[in-house]
């Protein structure tokens, strides 16, 4: 089932930044740190689990077309990460459990 | 004769603007309403030519060339030079320090990235610079 990110807000995900983009739909998850792997391997509309919380960040989920940035475990995203996220409109939730929590939470919304 | 023409500086460690040439590019193909396959794969080489030039050398610039039938990203700096390409180009090798390494960068997938989205790929390196060329066919 298609689902969207403002989906997650009732889930335990809570919005750190980037409102704008929250109609923005999900179809797949991508869990992974290294921004370049990511960039390659992640596919558009998924929504893309890290612990890096970066400025950069916001740069590789545009270019990739990723749905939204989760961060696990209450990581905290940088000051200007999230002036950008503002700006580029990129979703950026916060979540106190796991990446693999996450992704367990996403995997049965989208059964 | 190319149909657009666009030369952008980059600067060495900026990591703070790190992407802003890829996402600039991103927008024009975007305009030009190329495939999507198309823009994904010059992103990616626009992106990972920008990084290496912010991680590894002092500096330089990235030339973006748009024809009818191709797009060229030219990457230029003054160096130090990759000492061995060919080690370079084998994917998880990194002579990226420990402190970026742990912002996700330096994974070893630059150069790799690059020459597996691109149809032509070209790498010249001496301690005076590094010249990759990269060209995406339509």
Same mark, same amino acid.
């Given at each position: ?111 | ?31 030009? /309403?190329? &495939? +999507?396959?198309?823009? %994904? ?10 990084? $290496? *030039? ?39 090798? /990194?002579? &990226? +320090?420990?402190?970026? %390494? ?10 790799? $990235? *690059? ?24």
């Amino acid at each position: 089932m298609g689902i969207k990110v403002e989906n997650l807000l009732k889930k335990g995900f809570s919005l750190v930044a980037g409102e704008k983009g929250i109609d923005r739909e999900i179809e797949g998850v991508y869990i992974c740190d290294l921004l370049s792997w990511v960039m390659s391997h992640a596919k558009a509309k998924d929504a893309w689990i890290t612990i890096q919380s970066h400025i950069n960040v916001i740069a590789v989920a545009l270019l990739s077309e990723i749905s939204c940035v989760i961060l696990p475990e209450n990581v905290k995203l940088d000051e200007d990460a999230k002036a950008k996220a503002e700006e580029e409109g990129i979703p950026v939730l916060s979540f106190s459990g796991t990446s693999y929590e996450a992704a367990i939470i996403l995997h049965e919304m989208m059964k | 004769m190319a149909l657009y023409s666009k030369e952008f500086e980059v600067k060495a460690r900026d990591f703070d603007s790190a992407g802003e040439v890829s996402s600039n590019l991103r927008a024009i193909l975007k305009q030009l /309403s190329l &495939a +999507p396959d198309i823009v %994904r794969r010059s992103c990616i080489v626009c992106y990972e030519a920008e990084m $290496n *030039i912010i991680i590894h050398s002092y500096g330089g610039t990235i030339k973006i060339e748009i024809f009818e039938d191709r797009i060229r990203i030219i990457a230029e700096d003054t160096g130090p030079g990759i000492e061995d390409i060919e080690l370079a180009m084998k994917e998880g090798y /990194s002579t &990226a +320090p420990e402190e970026i %390494r742990e912002m996700g960068f330096g994974a070893g997938m630059g150069l790799p $990235n *690059i020459k597996a989205n691109s149809d032509f790929m070209d790498i010249k390196s001496s301690k005076d610079g590094t010249v990759v060329v990269a060209e995406i066919l339509f």
